[in-house]
T-cell receptor
Framework: SAVISQKPSRDICQRGTSLTIQCQVD?????MFWYRQQPGQSLTLIAT?????????ESGFVIDKFPISRPNLTFSTLTVSNMSPEDSSIYLC?????????FGPGTRLTVT | AQKVTQAQTEISVVEKEDVTLDCVYE???????LFWYKQPPSGELVFLIR??????QNEISGRYSWNFQKSTSSFNFTITASQVVDSAVYFC???????????FGTGTRLQVTL
């Protein structure tokens, strides 16, 4: 299994500002995934982050809005830039360990 | 393209009733993996099961059981003798290939009352 922590757990931010979310895993993993869960909705993949290479973004998500860093095999950050109320969501990081995908506790973001 | 359909948006049952959550998937890949996750009100996603496309054996874990039928592209989840603590949103998800993204269904909200 994997233990994943995320910081912050929640935040309330002003429109137009940026927030960086951190994801830490207790073991080395090749790929990390960032998902978004809008209120009352399902999870949607934002991007896949490999250590040492550019993240791969899903359709509808762009690097300028959601820049991702992956400096080592246990850590990644997701930045939500120039936020608007539509960015209010839970952001979750995920890793695959032993054929199972585990999720962090999520960061609950509210943009006012 | 991959797709997961959870037609039941909300289900309410009384404690001790059995309940089945439906999941239908679409994929053209012959190798794929199916997952169920539980999301309680606290928000975290709890992994319940992973099943690969070559293993159609049903699985039982305590009060939980899963029925995988490739003929109908379904991977249904049954909770026997439901309890209030089972109240949560349950997501079915599909993965094609390892270390790749999960495609989630829209979730089924289960409410178990006394």
């Amino acid at each position: 299994s994997a233990v994943i922590s995320q910081k912050p757990s929640r935040d309330i931010c002003q429109r137009g500002t940026s927030l960086t979310i951190q994801c830490q895993v207790d073991s080395q993993v090749t790929m990390m995934f960032w998902y978004r869960q809008q209120p009352g909705q399902s999870l949607t993949l934002i991007a896949t982050a490999n250590q040492g290479s550019e993240a791969t973004y899903e359709s509808g998500f762009v690097i300028d809005k959601f820049p991702i860093s992956r400096p080592n095999l246990t850590f990644s950050t997701l930045t939500v830039s120039n936020m608007s109320p539509e960015d209010s969501s839970i952001y979750l990081c995920s890793v695959e360990v032993g054929y199972e995908q585990y999720f962090g506790p999520g960061t609950r973001l509210t943009v006012t | 393209a991959q797709k997961v359909t959870q037609a039941q948006t909300e289900i309410s049952v009384v404690e001790k009733e059995d309940v089945t959550l439906d999941c239908v998937y679409e994929t053209r890949d012959t190798t794929y993996y199916l997952f169920w996750y539980k999301q309680p009100p606290s928000g975290e996603l709890v992994f319940l099961i992973r099943r690969n496309s070559f293993d159609e054996q049903n699985e039982i874990s305590g009060r939980y059981s899963w029925n995988f039928q490739k003929s109908t592209s379904s991977f249904n989840f049954t909770i026997t003798a439901s309890q209030v603590v089972d109240s949560a949103v349950y997501f079915c998800a599909l993965q094609t290939g390892t270390a790749s993204k999960l495609t989630f269904g829209t979730g089924t909200r289960l409410q178990v009352t006394l």
